[in-house]
């Protein structure tokens, strides 16, 4: 049995306000720097955008628009600090204007400090109650803070302030696949990804959610279509991998997952996805490596252990089988499979004790599971305890009446008890199942 993980990446977008602030009393050379640095701005050169700021607040110290500017300049530069203390300057100057507190949200959401961003955001909406930036950068924020609910109800009101509104849209709907309700995300983060169809995390959050939906196809061609966007982002190729997998074209799968290796090797959960897909292509000498690779980079993943020790399985090396199973149980001892394995790896390595006692484990996790009783019953005839074994093969019939070769082991198992007439009856009942089971001579 193979294990299998999805990843899910939800992406919220915030952005900077656009409501205008009135400038009054202010220099014609202030405003003029003022506007060369929002061109820069709107550009992505900070370092002018930010110089020119600074230029204009030279001549005016008391200019909120520059000060708002400098923030956003200084925020987008990574200076989250800084820009909140610009804004702080600027909302003394300009207490009413909502705009300068959603930036000062922002920037304090990107800074990581959520409550402080939430309540910039609900001052914002003081002042400024039809504000959908700031309900969308208010819900942003509420999601960060695990108040899911809050956060859906803010980007709702967004939505209501303005029904195009691509970002709120992409963010209601990932906050509901975050929720696990895909079938409710994907209609907001399609509408979204319509209106912004270049913007890559739309795109990567709608395929993430057309994959949850159980729709793989369209998830591939929504995940192809990211890859040639971001063609060098590892995340896109994995994805595309996973997706691939689950349509069971592992030779795609297997392309992608390598291609997002390439670019980033250090990856032990794609490791362990592209071996698991080596695994379904019988490949089990690559898939080994795969999950030992991962298992350097990770070594008490779970699924790298246990896949690991299924592939030394696959290969009858049950001498390295039977420690990957018993380390895979130690990670997760609510997985009993881990110990189906074991046992199944001691048994077909004539360690007949060791099997048993792992059985014996076994048996109270899986009680109604008829090849557990036929193979604890195999184990224990090896070991000659014929009398346990009779029981434990009785007890696979009992699950599984139709279980010929249950029957014919627990035949065998009467012989060695001397019950004869017994014996006779289940080598009849055996082959009456499967005609290729014959009595010994």
């Known amino acids: ?109 990107h800074a990581g400090k959520y409550e402080d961003s939430a309540a910039a955001y609900r001052q914002a909406l003081e002042h400024h109650k039809d504000f959908p930036e700031a309900q969308n950068g208010l819900g942003a924020a509420l999601v960060h ?106 030779n795609k799968a297997v392309a992608a997952f390598e291609k997002s290796l390439s670019l980033k090797s250090d990856q032990p959960e794609v490791l362990v996805a592209l071996g698991q897909a080596q695994l379904d292509q019988h490949k089990n000498a690559l898939a080994i490596a795969s ?30 089988s039977a420690p990957y199973y018993e380390k895979a149980y130690s990670l997760k001892p609510d997985y009993p499979d881990a110990l189906v394995g074991l046992a199944a790896s001691q048994l077909n390595a004539n360690r007949f004790d060791a099997a048993i006692a792992t059985y014996q484990k076994l048996v109270p996790l899986k009680p109604d599971d008829p090849n557990v009783r036929f193979n604890y019953g195999t184990a224990l005839f090896n070991g000659s305890r014929f009398e346990e074994a009779a029981a434990s093969f009785r007890e696979a019939i009992r699950l599984n009446p139709q279980f010929a070769q249950a029957h014919y082991n627990l035949a065998q198992s009467l012989l060695r008890l001397n019950d004869t007439t017994a014996a006779n009856s289940e080598f009849a009942a055996a082959r009456r199942l499967d005609p290729s089971l014959t009595p010994p001579k």
């Open 145 to 250: 803070l695990n108040k899911t609910d809050e956060g859906i109800a803010a980007f709702r009101a967004a939505i209501a302030l303005n029904p195009k509104y691509a970002d709120a849209l992409g963010n209601l709907g990932s906050a509901l696949l975050s929720q696990n309700k895909p079938g409710e995300a994907l209609p907001y983060l399609r509408k979204a990804h319509s209106l912004r169809p270049d913007q890559s995390d739309l795109l990567e959050n709608y395929a993430h959610t057309l994959d949850a939906a159980g729709q793989p196809h369209e998830a591939i061609a929504a995940y192809h279509q990211l890859t040639l966007k971001e063609p060098n982002l590892p995340a896109p190729w994995a994805h595309l991998g996973y997706a691939y997998a689950k349509t069971k074209n592992l």
């Open 1 to 109: 049995m193979l294990l299998r993980r999805s990843i899910a990446v939800a992406t919220l977008s915030v952005c900077f306000s656009l409501l205008a602030i009135a400038n009054t009393n202010v220099s014609p050379e202030a405003v003029k720097l003022n506007h060369q640095g929002l061109q820069h701005l709107q550009k992505k050169q900070y370092d002018q955008a930010i110089a020119l700021f600074r230029q204009a607040l030279q001549l005016e110290p008391a200019f909120p628009e520059a000060l708002d500017n400098l923030g956003k300049a200084l925020d987008a530069s990574g200076n989250d600090a800084e820009a909140v203390a610009d804004f702080d300057k600027a909302i003394k100057i300009a207490p009413e204007n909502a705009n300068l507190y959603a930036d000062k949200g922002l920037a304090l959401f």
């Open 291 to 320: 999950f030992e690779k991962a298992l350097a980079l990770k070594p008490d993943d779970f699924y790298a252990v246990y896949n690991l020790a299924t592939a030394f399985f696959n290969q009858k090396d049950f001498a390295k």
